[in-house]
């Protein structure tokens, strides 16, 4: 599986931005699928997951109610929706797919990363 991510920018504080992964070479229904992200000098963290049906998520406890994660399985997409950016949101941000567990070691492929940079 392939996957690659964009929608990174730069953004003022309170703004909005949609990251998008697409995946390629295989069919990503299969797979939970997963936003990370890792800021300068820290380790890589969950953000929010969506179970492979779709129907539940997970989000860490300081973007809930700002981010939203959602998948398209016809399209081969899962995006993430981040509203009320923060400076503490600035970070790398990897899509990632794997199954039941929300760890960076349990996720089977991973996208390069899309820069997100949320100024003051």
């Known amino acids: 599986v392939q996957l690659q991510a964009s929608g990174g920018g730069l953004v003022q504080a309170g703004g909005s931005l949609r990251l998008s992964c697409v995946a390629s070479?295989?069919?990503?229904?299969?797979?939970?699928m997963g936003w990370f992200r890792q800021a300068p000098g820290k380790e890589r963290e969950f953000v929010a997951g969506?179970?492979?049906?779709?129907?539940?998520?997970y989000n860490l406890d300081s973007v809930k109610g700002r981010f939203t994660i959602s998948r398209d399985n016809a399209k081969n997409s899962v995006y993430l929706q981040m509203n009320s950016l923060r400076p503490e949101d600035t970070a790398l941000y990897y899509c990632a797919a794997g199954k039941e567990k929300w760890l960076p070691g349990s996720m089977s492929y991973w996208g390069k990363g899309t820069l997100v940079t949320v100024s003051s």
């Open positions: 070479g295989h069919t990503l229904s299969l797979y939970d």
């Open positions: 969506v179970r492979f049906s779709g129907r539940s998520t």
